[in-house]
């Protein structure tokens, strides 16, 4: 039978109150009777109940992450980092999906919202003004997604993809495609070709697609036909699906194409050949926007902050094949 709190605060020798208030509001109990508090509670194996914690306080000690597509293999590491994380600052994280339509993910955020003491969007689709409405609801922090007033964590690819145009720079490639699977608001294609156009490389841009294996099945066959000797992806995930394709029409890689992807996921060290890719760290990324979330819920102004990207050349890529 699991004990009481008037089991743990008669072995403590304090009051029941003073037991909850040891595990509601610990700042307001001397630290020698928190200790002894919680030392009786130890020995008599009592754990509080979160949910009439939960009702005291008005604090659920969770935290919300919504993502675009967890099915991507970008994500799970991150939500693992997170996790971790989280459990450093005394959260639990609840993950929730929206598939990258506005529609769903207004209704994962009305599902979780009364669950979580801050929320976590991942490239969100909705409005600015919906956002900021959001913002004066609950503690909320933005990736990849630029709101006036809500803290951002931003994922920067501007080094990972200087980087890339200098590798296939440096292999004499001078033309390349790039799939693009970003809202054309994101500007990933323009800064892409204003970053390869500054290293002597035309870009042919196709799509936007959704970022998915089968857009790098259906992309390959017509960035060959484009006489592309190089294709960038929008994701490792889109890369995959290239190489699957190129395979598959007998287009050998790198001898005849290279590729690049983008994330460095599990994959990317594994497909045959090893995937060429602009890495970013998913633990780097969890610490911040944990802690960012964190510092908003517990009422600091945090700053956004910024992750940076870094090329990871791999047997994917090589020299340009000379044409005739």
Known sequence: MAATVREVAQLAGVSPSTVSRVFTAPDQVQEATRQRVTDAARQLGYRPDPAARTLRSGRTESLGLVVPDIANPF????????????????????????????SDELETI???VKKVDGLVLWAS???????????????????NRQVKGIPELHISLTSGISQA??????????????????????????????????????????????????TGLHAATLAVANGATAILAHNDLVAIGILHQLAHSGVDVPGQVSVIGIDDTLLAAMSIPALTTIRISPQTVATHATDLIVETINGSEPQSAEVGSRLIPRASTGPAPHRA
Request: hydrophobic letters at 40%; proline letters at 6%.
């Open 165 to 214: 145009a200098e590798h296939l720079r440096a292999l004499g490639h001078t033309s390349c495609v790039f799939v693009n699977c970003s809202r054309p608001e994101h500007l990933r294609g323009k800064s892409i070709r204003e970053t390869f156009d500054a290293q002597g490389l035309s870009v042919v841009e196709l799509g936007p697609y959704e970022p998915r294996f089968e």
């Open 110 to 112: 009305d599902a979780i």
């Open 75 to 102: 994500f799970p590491p991150i939500v693992k980092a997170m996790q971790a994380r989280a459990r450093n600052h005394g959260y639990t994280l609840l993950v929730a999906d929206c598939d990258e339509r506005e």
């Open 125 to 143: 689709t909705l409005s600015d003004g919906r956002l900021q409405e959001l913002a004066r609801e609950i503690p909320l922090v933005l990736v």
